[in-house]
């Protein structure tokens, strides 16, 4: 049995989806749990939606737009088809009669009910056309499967009690030689609220439903050939890593690399399965491996993360940084989860950079400042050099201004001025 993921660019517009059951058709015969994303940018529209509700605006004429986009891409997939049409029809309902409800002022709460439609019209309408391409598949909702708590935006899994429900309802349909469609990104609570696992969580189901099933192999598809040492957008000549074992690639997701998300990899290791990342451009390319390998190379690796904040905390009576104020610091860093990308501490001061949304880290601030002195800065860009050399340093800061600077004995980092 595999698990596929199947991210928002692979299933952006119609030539993708047909392309992804391209792909399925490669696998007939064989247990597949499919994981897909929302479609294209959905999750950013949705974000969208959100603000103009929490605003009071009025989200009619958005959601007509989100309802064409993916009504379009139905109707080029299957012109005259009509069930389809009803089922995407139900969930506007849904996320209409949602949006006529009060906003309730909890806005990581209301965040979840929101944007979480985007992956059930996805595959709603994925789980459609499969069917019609003569793809037999179950769709099932993450919602009923992945149980959490109720931390929106960032649920904790539980993992005794979604183990126990993926195990009662994935393997018999399996056995029927049916395709498991469900969700990413999105799960449920006890009281039947969706939650969703934090941005880019796709990846983070698929290690869940590999790790409750004890898959073979988990395969994300993907817009590159593999896992690769930067973002090629940004870096032209950035090379595919053929094989790197888990604590590597669990190094690389935990400085930011885009390509993996940070929780997808732990309970793939735990349970020894390996993590594949292929092209869904050229799917008969081997692409890359995460597992249970010697790191055969160490060129470098290059992340960069833009929208960083930079803060810098004082304590107001000008004494040194003592253990005591690291524990107050680090409680309100929690309560207000803020993120921490990198951090450096001296006799007077402790610097954090962190990429939470500027908002939550201002609220933050704000308490922070009620007994230390806090300075920060907005917009900077925090750079992590993986088997650093002297030219990739060269490289990442020529021309650059550097705020702060931590080097280990593998990785260097580097925060600077966008």
């Avoid at 925090?382 to 340093?393: A, K, M, N």
Wanted: charged letters at 25%; proline letters at 4%; one cysteine or more.
């Amino acid at each position: 049995m595999q698990v596929f993921k199947f991210g928002g660019a692979s299933v952006k517009d119609a030539p993708a989806i047909r392309n992804l059951l391209q792909i399925l058709q490669r696998y007939t015969g064989e247990e597949l749990v499919v994981v897909i994303s929302a479609m294209g940018k959905t999750t950013n529209f949705l974000e969208g939606v959100l603000r103009a509700y929490s605003q009071q605006e009025d989200t009619s004429a958005l959601v007509e737009e989100l309802m064409r986009y993916h009504l379009d891409i139905l109707r080029e997939l299957l012109p005259d088809d009509e069930e389809g049409v009803a089922r995407l029809l139900a969930l506007r309902d849904g996320l209409t009669r949602k949006l006529a409800e009060p906003y309730s002022g909890r806005y990581d709460y209301e965040y979840d009910q929101i944007v979480s439609f985007g992956e059930l019209m996805s595959t709603t309408l994925i789980s459609h056309f499969l069917r019609c391409s003569g793809i037999a598949n179950t769709w099932l909702n993450a919602c009923e499967l992945v149980m959490t708590d109720n931390t929106y935006r960032e649920g904790r899994v539980d993992w005794q009690c979604t183990g126990d429900r993926i195990r009662r309802a994935v393997p018999a349909l399996l056995g029927q030689h049916q395709i498991v469609i469900t969700q990413g990104f999105i799960g449920g609570t006890a009281e039947q609220t969706r939650v969703t696992l934090g941005r880019e969580g796709s990846d983070y189901t698929a290690a869940i439903f590999a790790y409750c099933l004890d898959a073979e192999r988990v395969t994300i598809w993907k817009d590159v050939p593999g896992l690769l040492n930067a973002d090629p957008k940004r870096f032209p000549d950035a090379v595919k890593l053929d094989e790197i074992p888990y604590q590597e690639a669990l190094e690389l997701s935990y400085y930011g690399a885009s390509v993996i998300h940070p929780k997808t990899l732990k309970p793939l290791q735990n349970k020894h399965i390996p993590l594949h990342v292929k092209s869904f451009f050229h799917p008969e390319d081997a692409g890359s491996m995460i597992g249970d390998c010697v790191l055969s190379t160490k060129i470098p690796s290059f992340i960069v993360k833009d929208n960083q904040t930079l803060l810098t905390i004082f304590p107001k009576d000008f004494s040194f940084v003592a253990e005591e104020n690291l524990s107050e610091i680090f409680s309100l860093f929690a309560k207000y989860r803020v993120r921490i990308n990198m951090m450096q501490n001296s006799a007077l001061s402790f610097s954090v950079c962190t990429g939470t949304d500027l908002e939550r880290v201002k609220e933050c601030v704000e308490e922070m400042q009620t007994r230390y002195k806090v300075k920060y800065n907005e917009h900077v860009t925090l750079v992590t050099v993986r088997h650093y050399t002297p030219e990739s340093i060269r490289r990442v800061t020529e021309g650059r201004t550097i705020l702060l600077r931590q080097t280990s004995r593998t990785t260097i980092q580097y925060v600077l001025l966008s």
